[in-house]
């Protein structure tokens, strides 16, 4: 994955459906998808309860073929899998509590306890609800790209 030379290396953390639009060639933001993922110019982190859920989905709507090109897809990769500690799991309840009156799920909420832990601005996601109700304590608000 290489950027431009100007383009700072910033990681990002990957969300669910940003990665399913990736790698599902009928989806309609596969194409918006597929060329920032090859031309990001930072590492991105895939945290392992969006690696569940990806392969849940990948299951469902292609069987197990799709879910082992996938993962080997994955491992071949840039995208760094990264486990949850306790501390992100403390803080992603803590997000669930706070923000109970919306729609923010437990892969949500991972996703940006491990941002603030690791200080990344950078969500690839295309659920801007969520990800744009949310302040994380870090940063005034997460850079959501596409």
């Known amino acids: 994955m290489s950027g431009s030379p100007t ?19 009928h989806s309609p933001q596969h194409s918006d998808s ?8 930072g590492e991105i982190l895939v945290p392992s309860v969006v ?4 392969t849940y989905m ?3 709507a292609g069987g197990t073929a799709l ?7 994955i491992r071949d990769s840039q995208i760094s899998l990264i486990d949850l500690i306790d501390v992100d799991y403390e803080r992603a309840l803590a997000i669930l ?6 729609r923010i799920d437990f892969v949500d ?5 491990l941002a603030e832990r690791l200080t990344v601005t950078r969500i690839l996601t295309f659920d801007r609800r969520d990800f744009g109700l949310y302040q994380p304590t870090h940063a005034p608000h997460f850079d959501l790209l596409p």
Do not use: C, H, N, W
């Open 34 to 41: 597929l060329r920032l993922y090859d031309k990001y110019p």
């Open 7 to 25: 383009e700072p290396r910033r990681p990002a953390v990957a969300d669910t459906g940003f990665l399913l639009a990736v790698m599902d060639r």
């Open 51 to 54: 690696f569940a859920e990806l």
């Open 109 to 113: 909420a991972s996703i940006m306890a």
């Open 97 to 102: 509590e706070k923000y109970s009156d919306t």
């Open 67 to 73: 879910v082992v090109r996938s993962i080997r897809a």
């Open 58 to 60: 990948l299951q469902r």
